[in-house]
């Protein structure tokens, strides 16, 4: 099975700081890796898909890099609204979700 | 525009039975491989089971392998989870999801509001 480490957590920033997630797998998924957002009391919402391709309606301030097992998330410009939980979901073999990292304002 | 709805869950004791449903509409649904996930209170999100678009070919979590089937009938755009010999940890908002693409590889979207199934006595 692949497993999927996020890091960090837990992230506390300012509005209109630059955020980066990363997300290792436990062995190479290629380009297979997504994003998630998932808001409190809401069903996640795909931000990224194939490391690094926008879904349709997505703030372009979101953006996704990496392949093989080393991938990113990096929010240029943290907005309020982009208080959420953040999820990477490898989709190689099956599909398994990293443990989250909650995005919270400083 | 693609909208998922479940339904179906509930309170139900250790060891019951519960079958959820997702209504599908706003795309061919026949042509698309959906899955369900769960997400326990306060935790992370869990893959359970996926199914091909023609429920040729059914995939499950090990940790629910042997006690939950996942199945739809095509005809009523309607995906479907049975779930026995349930026990206190499958306790969670379970979600059906959508897969973008009808190739080998592809994400969930988009997801239902999730349904919340507690196994409790």
């Known amino acids: 099975d692949i497993q999927m480490t996020q890091s960090p957590s837990t992230l506390s920033a300012s509005v209109g700081d630059r955020v980066t997630i990363t997300c290792r797998a436990s062995?190479?998924?290629?380009?297979?890796l997504a994003w998630y957002q998932q808001k409190p009391g809401e069903a996640p919402k795909l931000l990224i898909y194939?490391?690094?391709s926008l879904e349709s309606g997505v703030p372009s301030r979101f953006s996704g890099s990496g392949s093989g097992t080393e991938f990113t998330l990096t929010i240029s410009s943290l907005q309020p609204d982009d208080i959420a939980t953040y999820y990477c979901?490898?989709?190689?073999?099956?599909?398994?979700f990293g443990q989250g990292t909650k995005v919270e304002i400083k | 525009e693609v909208q998922l709805w479940e339904s179906g869950g509930g309170l139900v004791q250790p060891g019951g039975s519960l079958r959820l449903s997702c209504a599908a509409s706003?795309?061919?649904?026949?042509?698309?491989?959906m899955s369900w996930v769960r997400q326990a209170p306060g935790k992370g999100l869990e893959w359970v089971s996926a199914?091909?678009?023609?429920?040729?070919?059914?995939y499950y979590a090990d940790s629910v392998k042997g006690r939950f089937t996942i199945s739809r009938d095509n005809s009523k755009n309607t995906l479907y989870l049975q779930m026995n010999s349930l026990r206190a940890e499958d306790t969670a908002v379970y979600y059906c999801?959508?897969?973008?693409?009808?190739?080998?590889?592809?994400?969930?979207?988009?997801w239902g509001q999730g349904t919340l199934v507690t196994v409790s006595s």
């Open positions: 999801a959508k897969r973008t693409g009808s190739g080998s590889y592809s994400p969930l979207a988009p």
């Open positions: 706003g795309f061919t649904f026949s042509s698309y491989a």
């Open positions: 199914i091909s678009g023609s429920a040729a070919n059914t």
């Open positions: 062995q190479t998924i290629s380009s297979w």
């Open positions: 194939e490391a690094s």
């Open positions: 979901q490898q989709y190689k073999s099956y599909w398994t």
